[in-house]
């Protein structure tokens, strides 16, 4: 997911060493206990003047047109080896869940045949860069750093945590590189943010300019047969064992600040956050086909293998940590492994064919 902010981070850690995790100083406790109610969602009515409510398709899925950022992107994968190389500055992995999920021989089934895929998403992308750089009408070509879209009939996604900034979070309490605020108050700040009624409104804008936009590509017929498939993030910490609270992932070295349960609370709690407000956003946009898909409570999904899991043995965790394989190691860090995109593939799998 991140950014701007994780080039920096890499020149930065090649500078000094393979990240041994170890921490960040923190002088204060987090304090993110709750979960804040939900803002109010805006009137999507008036996002989509003119555009009429969705209708079930009724023909078969010929093209998916993947966007949003490094989660979509497949960031990390499998490692360096599974990085594909015209995708340049935006990292998309052969890995990623948008080509394991067109990968599936279920699509045979209920599909009459496997998609075809336009895999535009990009790493560090923010609503802003998805809605600038990732819905050019036109003819796909792969070997551009910025595909035009072609003729989707779905679209499935990521985005929303680089403007969240979940980056800051992991910097200012967990890596602490250089961050600009004390931990405590990055998640204070992100918090707020998320449950800024700013924070839904660019959301549902965002969704809306991407329903526009593909239905006037004119591969879903009719137009308003269109289907957006969006999801959130998985929250990083296993919260119910206190196996790290003694561990640091600081690239110091200097052994603080610690993964304490409480810090792992709250750094789940943001992610919980903004997965609430973009869930409700996208239920709100379901009459226009905007369809949530949970990858979190995904029943095959992640229990048991985030970080500081009891089985933490470094196999069995699904994001990467530091562990170096001689590239792109460091933009990498809190993203998932390929086994652990495919609970992404499962689970939009699951929901697209939920519409046939
Ligand atoms: C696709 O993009 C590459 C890189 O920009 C370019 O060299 C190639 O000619 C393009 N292919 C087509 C069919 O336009
Ligand atoms: C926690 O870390 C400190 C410093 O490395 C060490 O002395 C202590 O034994 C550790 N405690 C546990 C419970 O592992």
């Not at 206990?33 to 009724?58: F, G, H, K, V």
Request: net charge negative; charged share 15%; with cysteine.
């Amino acid at each position: 997911m991140p950014g701007i902010p994780l080039a920096i981070l890499s020149i930065t850690l090649l500078a000094t060493t393979a990240l041994s995790f170890a921490v960040p100083h923190l002088s204060l406790a987090p304090n993110i206990p709750s979960i804040p109610s939900l803002p109010s969602i805006p009137n999507i009515a008036e996002l989509l003047p003119d555009q009429p409510l969705y209708t079930r398709p009724t023909h078969p899925i010929t093209t998916i047109l993947a966007i949003g950022d490094s989660y979509t992107a497949g960031e990390g994968a499998n490692g360096f080896p599974d990085y594909i190389a015209s995708s340049a500055n935006c990292d998309r992995y052969k890995q990623s869940w948008p080509l394991q999920l067109i990968a599936d021989p279920a699509w045979d089934s209920f599909n009459g045949k496997k998609p075809a895929l336009v895999f535009g998403a990009c790493s560090g992308a923010t609503m802003n860069d998805l809605i600038a750089n990732q819905l050019q009408l036109g003819v796909p070509n792969a070997s551009e750093a910025y595909t035009k879209i072609g003729k989707p009939q779905i679209a499935v996604m990521t985005i929303g945590g680089n403007d969240a900034d979940f980056f800051g979070a992991i910097n200012a309490c967990i890596l602490h590189l250089s961050p600009s605020l004390p931990c405590s108050q990055k998640l204070t700040s992100i918090s707020a943010h998320l449950a800024s009624p700013a924070f839904a409104t660019a959301l549902a804008t965002t969704l809306a300019t991407i329903l526009t936009t593909a239905r006037a590509a004119g591969g879903a017929v009719p137009p308003e047969s269109f289907e957006l498939y969006v999801a959130g993030y998985v929250p990083f910490f296993n919260t119910h064992n206190p196996v790290c609270d003694n561990v640091s992932f600081s690239i110091h070295g200097d052994g603080v600040p610690k993964l304490t349960t409480e810090l792992r609370k709250s750094l789940n709690a943001v992610v919980e956050e903004f997965n609430g407000v973009l869930e409700g956003v996208a239920r709100a946009m379901r009459p226009w086909g905007v369809f949530w898909v949970d990858v979190d409570g995904w029943s095959k999904g992640w229990g048991g293998h985030r970080f500081c899991e009891h089985t933490a043995a470094e196999g069995e965790v699904w994001f990467w940590g530091g562990e170096g394989d001689g590239g792109g190691d460091v933009r990498r860090v809190f993203h998932p492994k390929g086994v652990g995109y495919k609970v992404f593939a499962e689970a939009f799998l699951e929901a697209v064919r939920g519409n046939r």
